[in-house]
């Protein structure tokens, strides 16, 4: 449920709750005066006719008399109807009055009562005629008088209650409307920037509008919008000296290592004629100089990731071919499933680079037996290479393609750099692909690359 919702379900249930309270109060107040009112007139009326009939003599009550009484109280609205000595007479219906008035009028006081009668309602007043001397005559007189008016205009007033009540809760939910845009406006252009600020336009702000508690958010949210584009630019142009740094001084490196490579080549075909201690110095640096060959080499391609320039070189390849050429170059004794036919347009140095990197790190860091598997799923190249080792460590999964990573610290810097998978997973993004680590079931690391067969992006 939206918070605009929420606010006009307030309002409305605020103006529900507050119309009904005081219209319904004022609604029954009214009502109970009305009738009130109409049923005192009604009892006075009928008393001062009568006492009109005053005073009567004390004599036998007999059918004419009860005429008399009955047409001097009926008035021009009512009937009425007398009872005396077992008599009664007048135009009243009898079952309009009720064993509750009857016994009330018996004991000698004056009732009245609202009652039901033909469709509508009606008042029935009844009282006992006294003789002059202030004895009973025996004669009871009830009249009935129409309630109709007054009851319609008690109708009057429920249907005029819940008119303005209505027309309350429109103007309350027009008022909801203008206070929630008034309230929301700042909110939703709070999260707009918010948005904005996390697809990275570290530029975002929010308009400060009034001294409210939501212009403190938005002074707030400002604040820390500025102070975050501050860190990040600064980050930014850190991250970019650093790369620039590295990117020259691998650069720089190359020449002195072409000719350090040059001189360690004669020293290794020196070697065997060297005595004990000489040979294994050359032997060492010529691996040494090997290792700082190829690291220089992995940090400028990984300066081309970096900086944009990489670019691929598709052509319509052998994909089959291309992976034995790249095992049989290196020397790499594994076991291997190359089915034949399966062609795809990539960057076949890359591949060499992406296949190199995978079954040279299970061959040095799993255990036998290593296996590569080549396969085609859909419009996918799919190239499994996997080892029968321990597998990887579950803290280690999730950074084995991070730069520079290695799954045992104690490890000697001539394992290598901790760029090659980092460089293969590059390679294959490159090509619009994935690259995957994983443990299998039955025990072993396994890494899947996955490449569109078409050509990548």
């Known amino acids: 449920m939206t918070l605009r919702l929420r606010l006009l379900l307030a309002f409305a249930f605020l103006t529900v709750v507050t119309s009904a309270a005081v219209a319904g109060a004022g609604y029954v107040r009214a009502r109970d005066a009305i009738v009130q009112r109409a049923q005192d007139n009604a009892v006075i009326e009928t008393t001062n006719r009568v006492e009109q009939l005053y005073p009567l003599p004390a004599r036998p009550v007999d059918a004419a008399t009860l005429e008399r009484v009955a047409a001097r109280v009926s008035g021009r609205e009512g009937s009425a109807l007398a009872y005396g000595n077992g008599f009664s007479a007048g135009g009243m219906d009898p079952s309009a009055i009720t064993t509750e008035l009857r016994a009330l009028v018996a004991s000698g006081r004056v009732g009245w009562q609202r009652v039901s009668y033909a469709d509508s309602v009606w008042l029935v007043v009844g009282m006992q005629l ?67 600020l996390g697809q990275g336009e570290l530029s975002a702000r929010v308009p400060v509008r009034g001294r409210d508690e939501l212009a403190s958010v938005a002074s707030t949210f400002n604040s820390t919008a500025s102070s975050l584009e501050h860190h990040v630019l600064e980050l930014r142009r850190m991250e970019a000296d650093a790369r620039r740094f590295v990117a020259d001084v691998s650069h720089e490196l190359r020449t002195p290592l072409a000719a350090m490579t040059a001189v360690t080549d004669v020293l290794d075909a020196e070697t065997a004629s060297l005595p004990g201690v000489a040979g294994q110095a050359a032997r060492l640096v010529n691996r040494e100089t090997l290792n700082l060959t190829r690291l220089v080499n992995d940090l400028i391609e990984v300066t081309r990731f970096d900086s944009g320039t990489a670019a691929l070189a598709l052509d319509d390849v052998d994909v089959a071919e291309v992976v034995r050429a790249c095992l049989r170059m290196r020397g790499f004794e594994v076991r291997t499933t190359l089915p034949t036919g399966v062609r795809a347009r990539l960057d076949p140095r890359r591949l060499d680079v992406i296949v190199a990197n995978l079954v040279g790190n299970a061959l040095r860091h799993g255990s036998p037996p290593v296996s590569l598997a080549l396969s085609v799923s859909e419009s996918s190249l799919v190239i499994e290479v996997a080892d029968g080792g321990p597998g990887l460590p579950a803290e280690v999964l999730p950074h084995v393609f991070a730069r520079f990573f290695k799954a045992d610290s104690a490890r000697g810097r001539s394992e290598g750099s901790g760029l090659g998978l980092a460089i293969a997973w590059e390679n294959a993004r490159l090509h619009g692909g994935t690259l995957e680590a994983a443990n299998r079931p039955g025990g072993g690391a396994s890494f899947t690359l996955r490449l569109p067969l078409g050509g990548g992006s």
């Open 130 to 196: 006294r003789v002059t001397g202030g004895g009973t005559s025996g004669i009871e007189v009830y009249v009935l008088r129409p309630f109709t008016p007054e009851i319609a205009f008690v109708g009057e007033l429920a249907r005029n209650a819940w008119l303005i009540g209505g027309a309350v809760l429109v103007l309350a939910l027009a008022l909801g409307l203008l206070a929630a845009r008034g309230v929301l406006r700042p909110v939703r252009e709070l999260r707009l920037a918010a948005w904005r």
